[in-house]
C-alpha cells in the first residue's frame, strides 16, 4: 500500500473518475499559481487509484465499502458501451473479490485520514 500526492499539471494528470458526483478543479488562469492543485494517489492490490479532491476519495470508498453494489444498468441511447462508462465501470474487477475489497477499502479509509490530517507525502513525477 502506498500513499501520495502530485502537484496538478494540466495535460499530464486525467481525470480518472469521470462521470464521478464530485466535481475536479474549478477552472483557473494559467497565471494563477498562488494556490496548488494537488493530485492523490493510492496504491493498492497492484492497481494505483487516482484522486482529484477528499470528495472523489469519498465515492470511491462508499462504492468498495458496499459488499454487493447491484446492477447499474441504464439507457444509452446511441452511444456506445465505451462513450457512457462510469468511473467504477472501468475499474478492474479483482478489485471486486473480498479479500482485495477488503485491503482496498483500509488502503482508502488509510489516505483519507492522511489526506484530512494533510500529512500525505509528496512525490515528483
Not at 468511473?87 to 489516505?111: C, D, G, M, Q, S
Request: charged share 30%; with cysteine; glycine share 6%.
Amino acid at each position: 500500500m502506498a500513499i501520495w500526492k502530485e502537484k496538478y499539471i494540466n495535460g499530464h494528470h486525467g481525470t480518472a473518475m469521470y462521470g464521478c458526483e464530485a466535481p475536479g478543479f474549478e477552472p483557473r488562469s494559467d497565471y494563477d499559481n498562488i494556490r496548488d492543485n494537488w493530485v492523490y494517489f493510492v496504491e493498492a492490490c497492484g492497481f494505483t487509484f487516482q484522486f482529484l479532491n477528499v470528495a472523489q476519495l469519498s465515492e470511491c470508498l462508499a462504492y468498495y465499502e458496499t459488499k454487493y453494489p447491484g446492477s447499474t444498468r441504464e439507457e444509452i441511447g446511441a452511444a456506445d458501451h465505451w462513450e457512457v462508462q462510469r468511473w467504477n465501470e472501468r475499474l478492474p474487477l479483482y478489485l471486486r473479490e473480498e479479500t482485495k475489497r477488503v485491503k482496498v477499502v483500509k488502503a482508502l479509509k488509510k489516505a483519507q485520514e492522511l489526506i484530512v490530517s494533510n500529512k500525505v507525502v509528496e512525490r515528483g513525477i
